[in-house]
């Protein structure tokens, strides 16, 4: 491996990008790295990488004790600053756009209209797939019929959830909808216990979905919905059940993080 100077040590392009690939390693270590992994972790020699880090060190983006590096005050107050430049549901959207791309299917935020009788779709990550949930932000659906809504109604205060129920008419969108509600009760508690829903048909036939509430230092936010038509829904639930909790998960993390005190 080639030895560059000293004078050009964190003034190049290169050193831009090793400065870079060091603050990436250290985000994914718990304990910290030490020289000699840091250099065999980004292919540098071990001077090159020394000069990089007393830079980082003295500028506080990275601390340095007991022979270990790890992610300073300084790179924690950057990644809130620039989390807290960005609004909701943006800041949602990258996250979103993940689930999207590694499930194949799209990806919704719902949340309780200003009505407090529907949900609304609030942004969405769409499917590159030709046969695929349809849906536009701003459509609005009954809590009731579906799993964006039903996971939402789930998280809200049961007296909010009674006088729901007692005025709304529950009519069916499809032969699949609960319109029962000791059947709706039943799903709510059961969305309480497992921390998700699913629904087959419950507004659309041949559409399946799975939601989960997503949460912030005030309460609950919105949910994530992933839409997916029945039969490759069949063939990957569980799959598919695990990203949506943990994209919802995820965003949770960082409205904590940012201290968004928003809520329903």
């Not at 560059?4 to 718990?30: C, F, G, K, V």
């Not at 980082?56 to 107050?77: K, M």
């Not at 609004?87 to 200003?114: D, H, K, N, Q, Y």
């Not at 998960?249 to 940012?258: A, F, K, P, Y």
Request: charged letters at 25%.
């Amino acid at each position: 491996m080639e030895q560059d100077s000293d004078a050009t040590a964190y003034a190049s392009p290169r050193s831009a990008d090793r400065m870079l690939r060091i603050l990436e390693t250290l985000a994914q270590s718990d304990d910290g790295r030490t020289l000699a992994a840091l250099s065999k972790d980004i292919d540098t020699p071990k001077s090159s990488v020394l000069n990089l880090m007393r830079a980082l060190v003295q500028n506080g983006y990275v601390d340095h004790a007991e022979g270990y590096y790890r992610l300073g005050s300084g790179a924690y107050s950057l990644a809130s600053a620039i989390l807290a430049r960005r609004r909701w549901p943006e800041v949602a959207l990258p996250i979103l756009e993940r689930l999207a791309e590694t499930s194949g299917e799209t990806a919704m935020l719902s949340e309780i209209a200003s009505t407090k009788d529907d949900f609304v779709y609030i942004a969405k990550a769409e499917s590159r797939q030709a046969l695929r949930f349809a849906a536009t932000v701003g459509d609005r659906r009954p809590l009731y019929a579906t799993a964006g809504g039903l996971a939402l109604l789930a998280n809200m205060p049961l007296a909010f959830v009674g006088a729901y129920l007692d005025r709304t008419p529950l009519v069916p969108l499809t032969s699949h909808t609960r319109t029962d509600r000791a059947e709706i009760e039943t799903a709510l508690d059961e969305v309480r216990r497992d921390g998700y829903c699913v629904t087959t048909a419950g507004s659309t036939l041949g559409l399946s979905a799975v939601a989960a509430p997503v949460t912030g230092s005030g309460g609950l936010v919105a949910a994530v919905v992933l839409g997916v038509p029945t039969e490759r829904f069949r063939a990957r639930s569980d799959e598919l059940i695990a990203m949506t909790c943990r994209t919802a998960q995820e965003i949770s993390g960082v409205m904590g993080r940012i201290g968004d005190t928003r809520a329903l």
